[in-house]
């Protein structure tokens, strides 16, 4: 990228003119508000550029889908790694909104630009299947909670989730009953997690006094009761009997 010169929306017509005109389109700037457009017969091709990729450029463009469905949104290649995740999620959005992008370099030999995303139709059932296992841990995840204690939008706040609730509720048991092994307190319904929970012990919360056996360290002790209300919660829900 030029480290010398600002870059503006006006550098970046050359090379997307000429890249078009070598496929064989008659292209031409600034028509009926469109910054490139580009005919081929009778295809259409519409190009907006920007020297940075905002909300307005993409709604911009997304009018333009009006018009045809090549749209493609132009911006200087951007210095910061395309592999990131900042940039992977502009590329779903991108990808989502059908349009394509390009990137154009600035270089001592000259302008280059590469059509990074083509203007495709989005398959959004494809996309939903491939994070199928995403959304179902977003259902495990509420269904394992036992009530609302997050506040949505809350930042740099330590969060409820339902293998913490489920450390709580060994912790009120253990409190209550004394020394259990995991076979015993899964009884009391706390679950299948109940070995791994004592056994990774992420919180430092048990102790095992024998074989197998577990009971609340002097941490838990000290920690557990810092959730009143889904102390509560657990107190006053009775265990599952025994089978």
Not at 59 to 78: E, F, G, H, N, S
Not at 138 to 166: F, Q
Not at 215 to 231: A, D, M
């Amino acid at each position: 990228m030029k480290s010398d010169k600002k870059i503006y929306e006006v550098d970046l017509y050359k090379p997307i003119q000429q890249y078009f005109t070598n496929k064989g389109y008659e292209v031409h700037g600034e028509v009926k508000h469109c910054d490139v457009a580009a005919v081929k017969g009778e295809e259409l091709v519409i190009v907006e550029l920007k020297r940075n990729l905002t909300v307005e450029l993409l709604v911009q463009a997304a009018k333009r889908q009006r018009l045809t469905d090549l749209v493609y949104i132009a911006i200087p290649k951007p210095k910061y790694s395309l592999y990131s995740r900042k940039w992977q999620d502009i590329c779903h959005l991108i990808r989502r909104l059908e349009l394509g992008l390009i990137l154009v370099s600035f270089q001592k030999s000259g302008a280059k630009m590469e059509i990074s995303i083509p203007p495709t139709p989005f398959d959004r059932l494809k996309n939903m299947k491939r994070n199928k296992k995403k959304s179902n841990a977003i259902i495990k995840e509420i269904n394992g909670r036992n009530g609302d204690y997050n506040i949505g939008g809350s930042n740099k706040t330590k969060i409820m989730t339902a293998y913490k609730e489920n450390c709580i509720q060994i912790a009120c048991f253990l409190e209550r009953f004394g020394p259990l092994s995991p076979k015993a307190l899964k009884e009391k319904g706390t679950g299948e997690r109940t070995q791994s929970i004592l056994s990774k012990n992420y919180y430092g919360w048990f102790d095992k006094v024998q074989r197998g056996v577990y009971t609340l360290s002097e941490k838990g002790k000290n920690e557990f009761l810092s959730f009143p209300q889904i102390v509560k919660y657990f107190n006053e829900k009775e265990p599952k009997p025994p089978n």
